[in-house]
């Protein structure tokens, strides 16, 4: 099936640096999608992106997805506490049945140090 | 917005006890997913499904059964619990009739088995 590598693992960062984080597949993605893990919840959707070479923002998020559409990246400016988390990146497949299926990444987890 | 209920936030059970873990949602979304996360591992599909009474394998479904008698609601089903069956457990739902705009996740259920 579809994998995703997303790196890094995890990160520790000082408050108020930038973060990058990204994702890489052997697979063609129509969507690319990265959520948010806050502790002890469920993940929340950060962005969604459906065309090669889109770039999008959301506040201090900025995100890609790669003209290749095998990858997308994430980035964070400016980090806070509230950053903390786990980051998911998604993609969704080319075709098939289970083409509305999401194919995750393992996560970043993000600590940031005051 | 969308929402995704969970019925319980954390639950303890005990080993050969059969679990019913709950989940509404109350957009009229098609499809509903079940995964479980665990450190390291990422989210882990578990079962799926795209209709009322449908039901489709996911990466893992050993151990596990499911249920969706009606639209909204979509249980997991632990047979007979084991103490390798501790984990987060995450419900979603998502939209395709009009488009793809991912998955809309509830807040998840701590499962502990003793």
């Known amino acids: 099936g579809q994998q995703l590598n997303q790196s890094p693992q995890s990160m520790f960062i000082q408050e108020g640096e930038d973060v990058s984080m990204n994702c890489t597949s052997s697979?063609?993605?129509?969507?690319w999608l990265w959520y948010k893990q806050d502790p002890g919840e469920g993940p929340v959707l950060l962005i969604a992106?459906?065309?090669?070479?889109e770039l999008t923002s959301n506040g201090r998020l900025t995100a890609q997805f790669g003209i290749t559409r095998k990858d997308s990246f994430l980035n964070i400016s400016a980090s806070i506490p509230s950053d903390v988390g786990i980051y998911f990146c998604?993609?969704?497949?080319?075709?098939?049945?289970?083409?509305?299926?999401?194919?995750f990444g393992k996560g970043t987890k993000l600590s940031v140090i005051p | 917005d969308v929402k995704v209920t969970q019925s319980s936030r954390y639950l303890v059970k005990r080993t050969g006890e059969k679990v019913f873990l709950e989940c509404v949602q109350d957009?009229?979304?098609?499809?509903m997913f079940w995964y479980r996360q665990d450190p390291g591992l990422g989210l882990r599909l578990i079962y799926f499904?795209?209709?009322?009474?449908?039901?489709e394998k996911g990466d893992i479904p050993e151990g596990y059964s499911v249920s969706r008698e009606k639209k909204e609601r979509f249980s997991l089903i632990l047979e007979s619990a084991s103490t390798n069956q501790t984990s987060m457990y995450l419900c979603?739902?998502?939209?395709?009739?009009?488009?793809?705009?991912?998955?809309?996740f509830g807040s998840g259920t701590r499962l502990t088995v003793v």
């Open positions: 979603a739902s998502s939209l395709t009739k009009t488009g793809f705009y991912g998955y809309t």
């Open positions: 697979s063609i993605f129509n969507t």
């Open positions: 992106l459906y065309k090669a070479g």
């Open positions: 998604a993609g969704q497949g080319n075709s098939g049945a289970g083409s509305y299926q999401l194919t």
């Open positions: 957009m009229d979304h098609e499809n």
């Open positions: 499904s795209y209709d009322v009474k449908m039901k």
